[in-house]
């Protein structure tokens, strides 16, 4: 039996990754490349939550049966004590949109979360294992400078960072 507490990532489920550029039309609405689109058929039959990005300017777009364990983490936090954790559930769950994608499997993503993060005609859909983030054009550019100088001083000591010194690339 599968334990319904893991993330989108088991055995024999689809990885998403790589990066697509999408327009959105005048409604915000974008079509989900058609690479994915099978994969969001079968693994949530087009219906997704969009939300904000805790660390990034962007939004993060989960696949709903991620969605749920997402929230099911949330609401174990001690939010009463603890005000980054009222932080965390408050931009999560307070910016979360439930969207479904339509018959030409377009994805409509609300006005108010594309104010948040700049995005308006040009975007990039980007796959990051379990969910995706969606970024406006600049902002990914920008993003994808700090990657660079943040990786160049740091790939030759991946060994000592604890997350990074078992990986092998």
Request: glycine share 4%.
């Amino acid at each position: 039996m599968e334990n319904t507490d893991t993330a989108l990532l088991t055995i024999g489920e689809p990885l998403l990754s790589g990066s697509c550029e999408v327009s959105l039309d005048d409604k915000g609405r974008f079509a989900v490349p058609a690479r994915f689109r099978s994969l969001l058929k079968a693994h949530c039959n087009g219906e997704l939550t969009v939300t904000r990005s805790l660390s990034d300017r962007c939004l993060w777009i989960y696949p709903k049966p991620r969605w749920e364990c997402v929230v099911r983490q949330l609401g174990c936090l001690p939010t009463i004590t603890d005000p980054l954790c009222r932080a965390v559930q408050r931009t999560m769950l307070g910016n979360a949109v439930s969207v479904k994608t339509d018959a030409q499997y377009r994805l409509l993503v609300p006005p108010e979360l594309r104010q948040q993060v700049f995005i308006e005609r040009k975007a990039w859909l980007l796959g990051f294992s379990d969910k995706f983030e969606l970024w406006a054009d600049e902002q990914l550019q920008k993003q994808r400078l700090e990657d660079e100088k943040l990786l160049s001083g740091a790939v030759e000591h991946f060994d000592e960072h604890k997350a990074l010194s078992e990986l092998k690339l």
